[in-house]
């Protein structure tokens, strides 16, 4: 690891100080340009508790580096995930823009039969309101046991925006909610799914869970699943009450390499995507309004 490598936190500090403005003055050469990023945001990107991740926010990290007259991309490169080395990869927080932070958040349940648990299928329904806004998630998941004794699933939900409320999560099908860790500074929920009994060797189960947002609901703008480890098929299913004007299917592998691919709604307002054989990687929709 080289400690010399310049991170986002500590280049977009150095670049404040040396510009000489305050956060409040910062946030509103921002809103001049329409960009609405809140001062809780801003401070949390300069002391690296957390890092842009939604496409709004990394739309805004050009408008940045414009706003403190720095060099484009001198920024927005630093946000490259560093995922080539194998023990990121092994980690539970692969793929997050904080790993230290997921880490320390995850240690508060039991992650200990992650690693033997295999992700068979993965089902996630992302709903969309009339008023634009994230309703909910439902996610469905077929697993396998490795070895005797897995009893749970673990769920980690980031949102970049640390100023909204959490949503609530519910157990919906052969499973129970255990421990439940909550981190509002950090944008962070990680709970526990309970199986009914401890798997055997061998044997599958099937859980379902909902994440549902509290109104007013906040603007929804892409939605994306992260595998540390490979899933057999994964499908995720977008409905819209409101058309969004561009749609888009993104995809990033374990390397950081992103691509993008434009996608149509079907007939009932919904876009869908079937991955097999999938991971490490993230897959997702992003959409415009």
Request: hydrophobic residues 40%; charged residues 25%.
């Amino acid at each position: 690891m080289s400690l010399a490598m310049p991170d986002f936190a500590s280049t977009l500090r150095d670049a404040v100080v040396a510009r000489g403005l305050s956060l409040e003055r910062i946030r509103d050469h921002l809103a001049r340009r329409g960009v609405s990023v809140s001062l809780a945001t801003l401070s949390y990107w300069q002391t690296g508790r957390s890092r842009p991740e939604r496409r709004a926010s990394l739309a805004a990290v050009t408008h940045l580096e414009e706003v403190l007259a720095l060099e484009p991309g001198a920024l927005s490169a630093l946000l490259a995930p560093a995922l080539r080395g194998s023990r990121l990869q092994s980690s539970i927080s692969a793929f997050w823009p904080t790993p230290s932070v997921i880490e320390d958040v995850v240690g508060g349940v039991d992650t200990r039969w992650d690693s033997r648990l295999t992700r068979i299928s993965q089902h996630d329904r992302v709903t969309v309101g009339p008023d634009r806004g994230e309703r909910s998630f439902v996610s469905r998941q077929v697993l396998r046991a490795e070895e005797d004794g897995p009893d749970r699933w673990v769920v980690i939900l980031h949102l970049d925006e640390h100023d909204r409320a959490l949503p609530v999560i519910r157990p919906l099908h052969n499973c129970r909610l255990g421990r439940v860790v909550t981190r509002p500074s950090d944008g962070l929920l990680v709970a526990e799914l309970m199986f009914r009994a401890p798997l055997r060797r061998g044997q599958t189960v099937i859980t379902e869970h909902e994440l549902v947002n509290q109104a007013p609901y906040p603007l929804a703008t892409n939605y994306s699943r992260k595998f540390r480890r490979p899933v057999h098929e994964y499908v995720l299913e977008v409905t819209f009450d409101a058309v969004p004007r561009t749609c888009r299917r993104v995809v990033q592998d374990a390397d950081g390499a992103r691509q993008s691919f434009g996608v149509r709604l079907d007939e009932g307002g919904s876009v869908l995507g079937v991955a097999l054989k999938f991971g490490p990687g993230c897959y997702g929709f992003e959409w415009t309004w």
